[in-house]
């Protein structure tokens, strides 16, 4: 570090009581949020018939894409104006507006009238607060990493800033936790019929607690400094996005870390989850103990790679990262299939299923609504049914007009065609259709469900499930130390990338596209591909070639940063 560097910073330099304080506040907060974020996307099939029952199919269809897409699709739009907001006014503010909206939205959701009360308002106003949520968090973490960030000394930035980044696992515990002890509490009839309501409801306790915790912060040194030399920007979007000096690091963050970010980190924590319950049929409690041991397994890796951050550099610990999540993206879940269903796994290697359909009759079935979209060709539904059991095909070209067959083996039973019908009617249809395809597949070696289902909740059957299961576990360990390689540092490398007039904007938007657009929207695209294909890995390119480019931008675009001056 220069003479010029050292100086500076040192005059920054905040008591260790302080710096304390400023990270507790901070993380504390963040926690709050993703807890808010996460416990809706654990309670979605819970809430849906809730607020979505006897409204017409057209209608639920369209509040379900809403509910589900609106979280992440607004996140961008939230990282705008706190960014705005908090170049122009201060990091404090902004992220004590973000926290309120995000608590009041997410209490409120547990006060909601269901559609059985109030008819289409409950959608609507269920829908709303979504909106709120995803808005409210598109602002938070900007907001909590440059704050810790610009207090912190610079050779413990990636130190401090790294429990900014484990938030988002003790968000996600937490979440869990309180749904299992609420449903293992009253039971699951009294949890669907009004016990959901628990979570959102205690979120306000905690709202409580992080906003005062956050009222008695400070403002940062760096925006301070910035304000007293009149430098605060008035123009930061202009700055940001149309000076192409800035813009060229906005589209640098992007590309080289937070694009890949959102793929790894939703390919480790989500679409694995979604793999091996929904295709490799796990039972979902032994689903639930294998998720909460690697969320707790990241949070002191999150920490200790933001660490090593500090001593070798950002960019040489993101970038193993990345590297270690491309050498395990196809292997990794080929391994999970053996290790978590071995008779389909055997199955798959021995059983060929072919889908002899018409070509015209077949479409991408990328569902961006959380399930709510039917798809209703005899191609469709045929291929659909295939996916969700778990079962690689291949497909055959049939004449033009011809309802879609499956060969499994050697035997073969006819799809059928549920186009023109309610959306309702068209779920009745592939529910029958797949009773009926069950036994064959049955019949050729494909399980209904994995072996070794999870029979209640003692520590002695905790134990077993999980060793029975450590395959399973192993894989997504790995997946873990890749995410949090990536993760962990990357708060820092981001303060660090860009100048303090313009970095609350200009840091929030790369980041929300890529966590919210490309990693939000992942498991839906990795299924579709997969039923596109008929292979049960090959959605996985969608992930791998995201990851690759940020890969090669990282290595060869990216400079290191853990030195810089970030007060200048």
């Known amino acids: 570090m220069t003479d010029a560097v050292a100086s500076t910073q040192t005059s920054h330099e905040v008591s260790p009581a302080k710096m304390r304080q400023v990270v507790a506040a901070s993380a504390a907060g963040t926690v709050f949020e993703w807890y808010d974020f996460f416990v809706y996307g654990a309670l979605a099939s819970v809430i849906a018939p809730v607020f979505f029952a006897g409204l017409p199919d057209a209608q639920a269809f369209v509040f379900t894409l809403l509910t589900f897409a609106v979280g992440f699709v607004v996140r961008p739009i939230g990282a705008l104006v706190f960014g705005k907001i908090g170049d122009s006014t201060g990091r404090k503010g902004a992220f004590l507006i973000t926290i309120s909206i995000m608590g009041l939205a997410t209490f409120a959701i547990g006060l909601l009238p269901t559609a059985a009360q109030v008819g289409i308002l409950a959608p609507i106003l269920l829908v709303s607060m979504r909106v709120l949520q995803g808005f409210a ?24 800033t790294g429990w900014i980044q484990v938030s988002a696992a003790f968000g996600l515990m937490g979440a869990l936790l309180v749904v299992l002890v609420a449903r293992a509490m009253i039971g699951e009839e009294a949890f669907r019929a009004w016990g959901w309501r628990i979570p959102f409801l205690l979120s306000v306790i905690l709202l409580a607690i992080s906003v005062w915790i956050r009222l008695q912060l400070q403002e940062s040194p760096a925006f301070q400094k910035l304000k007293e030399e009149g430098a605060v920007s008035k123009r930061a979007y202009h700055e940001s996005f149309l000076q192409w000096r800035n813009l060229k690091i906005v589209l640098l963050a992007f590309l080289a ?4 970010q959102g793929v790894v980190w939703y390919t480790g924590f989500f679409y694995t989850q979604f793999y091996i319950e929904r295709i490799l049929k796990i039972d979902s409690q032994t689903v639930n103990v294998i998720m909460i041991a690697g969320v707790i397994l990241s949070a002191p890796l999150y920490i200790f790679f933001a660490w090593l951050s500090d001593k070798v550099g950002r960019k040489i610990v993101m970038l193993s990262g990345i ?5 395990l993206y196809f292997p990794g879940f080929q391994y999970i299939t053996r290790a978590g269903n071995p008779q389909l796994a055997h199955a798959l290697a021995t059983v060929p299923v072919t ?14 609504t959380g399930g709510a979209r039917q798809f ?16 690689a095909y291949t497909t055959q070209a049939a004449p033009a007009g011809a309802v879609a067959r499956i060969r499994v083996g050697d035997q073969e039973i006819e799809s059928v065609s549920a186009a023109g019908q309610t959306n309702s009617e068209i779920r009745a249809t592939r529910a029958a259709f797949e009773a009926r395809l069950r036994p064959v597949l049955d019949a050729a070696g494909f399980p ?27 894989i997504l360990a790995l997946f873990v130390i890749a995410a949090t390689a990536l993760y962990g540092p990357q708060a820092a490398a981001l303060v660090e990338l860009f100048p303090t007039r313009i970095r609350y904007t200009a840091l929030s938007v790369p980041y929300h596209l890529g966590i919210g657009w490309f990693g939000g929207l992942l498991p839906a695209s990795v299924f579709a591909i997969n039923t596109a294909t008929g292979s049960l890995y090959a959605g996985l390119w969608f992930p791998f070639t995201a990851t690759a480019i ?13 030195n810089r001056d970030i007060h200048a």
């Not at 440059?146 to 130190?159: D, L, N, S």
């Not at 191609?379 to 778990?390: F, H, M, V």
């Not at 940020?550 to 853990?562: I, R």
């Open 448 to 474: 209904a469900q994995a072996p070794g289902a999870m029979q209640g909740w003692s520590w002695s059957e905790i134990a077993r499930v999980f060793f029975d299961k450590i395959g399973v576990f192993f």
């Open 376 to 391: 209703s060709t005899s191609c469709d539904i045929a291929k659909g049914s295939l996916t969700n059991a778990g079962v």
């Open 257 to 260: 870390i937070c694009m890949a």
């Open 137 to 160: 968090l598109g602002g938070e973490y900007g907001g909590a990493a440059i704050y810790v960030a610009e207090h912190a000394q610079a050779k413990r930035r990636g130190w401090e």
């Open 550 to 562: 940020s890969a090669v931008a990282m290595l060869f675009f990216l400079p290191e940063t853990k």
């Open 323 to 327: 590297l270690l999540m491309l050498a």
């Open 355 to 368: 889908v002899i359909a018409d070509p015209a009759d077949c479409t991408f079935q990328l569902d961006l």
